[in-house]
């Protein structure tokens, strides 16, 4: 839940290319990265030692649980204890927060608090795990503001693992009540006892088919910072994942620029704020 500050430089279209001293910018945004919590899949193949087949065969027979259902915990993988719990984590630490030195994080900080003046929006994958997060992780927001959080596939990881598959078809939104695994009772109840509805009524459904296998990684980032930089609001906090944000960073920072987020991931819940801006360079190309 640490909260890191970016400083982009502006860059073109034409990737990897800074044009911070060229170019004419147009439009600015201010972006929050959070990612999201750890999930079942993180939890089966992730840190790999002597306990790794363990966790591989001990998530696999919880899988078969579920087999005559239409829960998973594989395909579309949702937060696991640990990534629910470090949502909870980070929903504390944005509530608890007091203002310090440094006037650029406090700004941040209030955005996710849903006190700041500034407009915002909440863009958040369309998988699970991110979803959750998002509505766990933004509660002390959600509760301010009431708001509906905008659901987009441009921001969901590609990729042919089985975590990256949703069960549901396009412009459904995944099930995130009444599977065991989630301890749905718990995870989601603050939404039923303070505002009487399910907790996926508070996305808007807003879904677009994005085939894993045909989509190109760059157009894909593409649409999705098109998408960005069409919303009204000043500020966009973008619920999603490690690798689709590292392909972010990497595409859109100078390709001369050394930084850490174009060769590490951001951690589980971990979140990072920058300002984007796009214009047009000294031969009027944009």
Known sequence: ?????????????????????????????????????????????????????????????????????EQSILFDSPLNQDGIQQAVDLSYKIREYKPGDDSYINSIVSVLQGVSKKSSIIMVSTLRRAME???????????????RLHMSDYIRELSPNLDCRSLKPENKIPDMTGSDCLQASRLMSHFERDHGYEPTKIF?????????STAHEIEYLDRAVGEIFSLPQE????????????????CYIGKDVEHVSK???LHNCGVVAFQMSYGTDAAGKS
């Open 1 to 69: 839940g640490n909260i890191l500050q970016v400083n982009s430089k502006t860059v073109s279209k034409k990737h990897g290319v800074d044009l911070s001293s060229s170019c004419v910018v147009q439009k600015s945004k201010t972006i929050i990265f959070i990612r999201h919590g750890r999930s079942f899949w993180n939890y089966m193949v992730n840190d790999v030692d002597i306990t790794t087949p363990m966790r591989i065969w001990s998530t696999i027979l919880k899988e078969v649980l579920y087999i005559t259902s």
């Open 133 to 147: 997060t998002a509505a766990i992780g933004l509660w002390s927001r959600l509760d301010k503001t009431n708001e």
């Open 235 to 250: 500020v966009v906090i973008l619920c999603g994942h490690s690798l689709w944000f590292r392909n972010f960073f990497r």
């Open 263 to 265: 060769e590490r991931k």
């Open 204 to 212: 808007d459904g807003v879904r677009r088919k994005v085939s894993n």
